[in-house]
């Protein structure tokens, strides 16, 4: 006889376990054991049934997979918690008995972990690591833009500004900005980094309010996580891109409040070069003295000239001796421009163009994929043309970042903050000024205000979102702007496009033309002429029907029933009525006949049209129901959930589409 097995010991159910037997068998707080699921990505499960696998009770618990406390309890970190709760134990005990020196040595030998283990472990490949920074971002940004409280440690918010400026540093060197939507919310930004897209919100600018609802502690253990998986990701990033991390801090410039003009891009062995030198314009250039310039093409194949040891390669423009001199000194100093783009540096990734044997006259071309990463993208040209300047009623920090990214010159009053390239907005080279304040008294522009474009802030997002430089004359001080539409797209197929076509405008805006119309028409005059012409119509209706009401007075139930038409003639005899009008009743009578026999027999066609219809309707609906019945409880209940949210979004869809039918029609109506 087998041995008889404890309820609750097999199956699908005795998998899972409760948060409070797992807190036990992990012997912690339950505030660690919240801090440790955070760290490890730990989330509770949904069992089968959470009457079996809680033994019968049905309280509401939380449960969690066997596996995953087990893999809990091999984590380190447990070990250095336990450690920090004796630390704190001595700590209390010391500073009771105001023992300071003790107090003192054990401040300094404080139990300290780190996290990289636990970011190796999550992210095994650094685009995995890439793809899930979106949260990262949206929690340090939001960090950067806190206040000062008694809640949220200093240190944290100082680390979390320091996050957000490198990562718009980054952005912004690299140009991977590709759309941005301002709205209630926040700003939202959408970069391309390696071809990943991230997503994140970043606040504006206000006093926030700290809300007391909120567990600090929990938010800290996201932010302690999400601190350490950005200096990996952050390193990595600039790395690749040829600079040094993190990005020296300019200290007078962080104290005048120039931002992330603050923080200066510095190339790996080389010195710090200010943002402002980043701009390229024409080809690079390498200064060799002696007023002779070489080429970054020069320049190039004099690298791989060096790299291609006996082999020759094609002659560079102008002398070889020149090029080869001071190639290691541009080597060891790397140039401004050098330190702009990883353009410039040597890369032995690069295809070497070799003469044919057979046909030396033919070159080959060959793109290597370093190449093709670093093909120039048009769009981030955008604003390279262009000189802002941003007045001070404007958000200086969305607009900086929007227009740096893309190629522009930004700079900003004094009241603003320090480090801004242009001193005031009369200087001749602002093409465009970005203003939010109303026209001024009388409207009238100055000739200096006529030289320059004065536009509203939206025009730099609806411009970065559209892939070109949209007219001004939309945007223009004081006009009102056109909607601001989200570059993110719709929700899913068959959601609401507002700049789709709207099916039954172009009727409804000519109804309302038509309208407009007949009411321009309306005038006293004519309203006499019809009302007369109205008079004498009716004054004809009642002479008709006077010498039709004897006429009428003569009905002939069957035009073909020889009896029907001898009684209804004789009717007609004795009223009086003339054989021609009779004859005119009778064929009358005739046609009514001949068209109500027609009338049925199209009734029966189309009663034996419906009933194919009907049988089809109903033979693909059962068809449904059985492919229903087929699937499992679980999936029935998505595809039920499924059609409810089509048919939401459908009236949702509807209900817009009328809406703006409506607003279009007042519109129309208004600027009449």
């Not at 923080?263 to 080389?270: A, H, M, S």
């Not at 004065?454 to 939309?474: F, I």
């Not at 003639?569 to 009514?592: S, W």
């Amino acid at each position: 006889m087998g041995r008889e097995l404890k309820k609750g010991t097999k199956g699908p159910n005795s998998k899972y376990i409760t948060r409070t037997k797992a807190i036990r068998k992990l012997q912690i707080s339950l505030n660690d054991f919240r801090r440790l699921c955070i760290l490890k990505g730990i989330v509770p499960r949904e069992p089968p049934s959470r009457k079996k696998a809680n033994h019968g009770n049905t309280a509401p618990t939380s449960f969690y997979h066997v596996k995953d406390i087990a893999y809990l309890a091999h984590e380190p970190i447990i070990a250095k918690l336990r450690e920090h709760k004796i630390f704190l134990r001595r700590m209390s005990r010391a500073m009771g008995k105001q023992e300071w020196g003790r107090a003192k040595a054990l401040e300094e030998s404080r139990p300290r972990y780190t996290l990289d283990h636990i970011v190796k472990e999550r992210y095994p490949t650094f685009i995995d690591a890439l793809r899930d920074i979106d949260d990262a971002l949206c929690c340090v940004v939001l960090g950067a833009s806190l206040s000062q409280h008694r809640r949220i440690p200093k240190a944290d918010l100082d680390d979390c500004a320091r996050l957000a400026a490198e990562w718009q540093l980054y952005v912004t060197h690299t140009r991977s900005l590709r759309k941005s939507f301002l709205s209630i919310k926040g700003v939202y930004y959408q970069a391309e980094v390696q071809g990943e897209n991230v997503t994140w919100v970043e606040p504006y600018q206000f006093l926030q309010k700290i809300p007391m609802d909120v567990d600090f502690r929990v938010m800290r253990s996201f932010l302690e996580f999400y601190k350490t998986l950005l200096g990996f990701v952050f390193y990595k990033l600039y790395t690749d891109a040829g600079l040094v991390y993190p990005p020296p801090l300019d200290v007078k410039k962080d104290a005048a409040g120039s931002g992330v003009d603050a923080y200066r891009l510095q190339p790996v062995g080389g010195a710090p070069v200010d943002q402002e030198e980043t701009k390229t314009t024409g080809k690079k250039k390498v200064e060799l003295g002696g007023g002779k310039v070489l080429t970054g093409r020069q320049v190039q194949k004099a690298i791989a000239s060096m790299e291609v040891d006996g082999e020759e390669t094609e002659q560079v423009e102008g002398n070889p001796k020149d090029v080869a001199a001071p190639l290691a000194t541009a080597k060891a100093v790397p140039t401004s421009t050098q330190a702009l783009d990883t353009d410039t540096l040597p890369s032995t990734e690069e295809f070497i163009a070799q003469p044919s044997k057979t046909d030396p006259s033919t070159s080959s071309t060959l793109l290597t994929l370093h190449a093709l990463a670093n093909l120039p993208n048009s769009n981030t040209k955008l604003f390279e043309p262009y000189v802002f300047f941003v007045s001070r009623e404007s958000p200086r920090h969305i607009l900086e970042f929007v227009i740096r990214s893309f190629g522009g010159v930004v700079g900003w009053p004094a009241s603003c903050g320090g480090g801004s390239p242009i001193e005031s907005e009369d200087d001749e080279r602002v093409t465009h000024v970005i203003i939010d304040r109303p026209l001024p008294e009388g409207g009238v522009l100055g000739e200096g205000r006529r030289r320059r474009k004065y536009v509203q802030p939206q025009w730099v997002v609806d411009s970065v979102n559209a892939g070109k430089v949209l007219l001004e004359d939309a945007y223009a001080q004081g006009k009102t702007l056109p909607p601001h539409l989200s570059p993110f797209g719709a929700e899913g197929e068959g959601a609401y496009d507002p700049l789709a076509p709207v099916p039954g405008m172009e009727e409804a805006l000519r109804e309302v033309d038509e309208e407009m119309e007949d009411e321009d028409e309306d005038s006293e005059e004519e309203e006499d002429v019809e009302m007369e012409e109205k008079e004498e119509e009716k004054t004809k209706k009642r002479h008709r029907r006077g010498k039709k009401s004897t006429a009428s007075a003569v009905q002939v139930s069957n035009p073909t029933d020889a009896d029907a038409v001898r009684k209804a003639e004789l009717e007609a005899e004795r009223l009086g009525i003339e054989p021609a009008e009779f004859d005119k009743v009778l064929e009358k009578a005739a046609k009514n006949k001949d068209r109500d026999v027609e009338e049925e027999e199209g009734d029966d066609d189309d009663d034996d049209d419906e009933e194919p219809k009907k049988v089809e309707t109903t033979k693909g609906a059962s068809e449904e129901n059985m492919a229903k019945m087929l699937l499992s409880s679980k999936k029935r209940k998505l595809y039920n959930l499924m059609k409810r949210t089509n048919a939401r979004k459908e009236e949702e869809k509807v209900k817009l589409q009328k809406k703006k039918i409506e607003i279009a029609k007042q519109k129309k109506k208004s600027g009449r």
